[in-house]
């Protein structure tokens, strides 16, 4: 019903930035929140940045200052622009949606498949 596409992980050197896009498509009918998680080897999935479609924004204590979310409601896409960056932000980044589909009364989370994005020091 939706579909994730994610884009723009890779390896960066420490100090360096990346900029990740996720593309929402399909049967679509309404998209409330669009944000990023995360998950190191090892550790629990955890939430990165989220963005409300009014705007509204909220970053994890680790990233604040040096990520960035926005969003394209015309395009259905979330970005995260993430500089200044750490070994320590090291994972595989997921981007999430809450999303309504056509035909469907409830919102839901959905999932993309994951970015890797790998910091070296």
């Known amino acids: 019903q939706v579909q994730l596409v994610e884009s723009g992980g890779g390896l960066v050197q420490a100090g360096g930035s990346l900029r990740l896009s996720c593309a929402a498509s399909?049967?679509?009918?309404?998209?409330?929140?669009m944000g990023w998680y995360r998950q190191a080897p090892g550790k629990q999935r955890e939430l990165v940045a989220f963005?409300?479609?009014?705007?509204?924004?909220n970053y994890a204590d680790s990233v604040k200052g040096r990520f960035t979310i926005s969003r394209d409601n015309a395009k259905n896409t979330v970005y995260l622009q993430m500089n200044s960056l750490k070994p320590e932000d090291t994972a595989v980044y997921y981007c999430?949606?809450?999303?309504?589909?056509?035909?469907?009364?409830?919102?839901?989370?959905?999932w993309g498949q994951g970015t890797q994005v790998t910091v070296s020091s």
């Open positions: 963005i409300l479609s009014g705007g509204t924004t």
């Open positions: 399909g049967s679509i009918f309404s998209i409330n929140a």
């Open positions: 999430h949606v809450f999303a309504r589909a056509m035909g469907v009364t409830l919102y839901e989370h959905y």
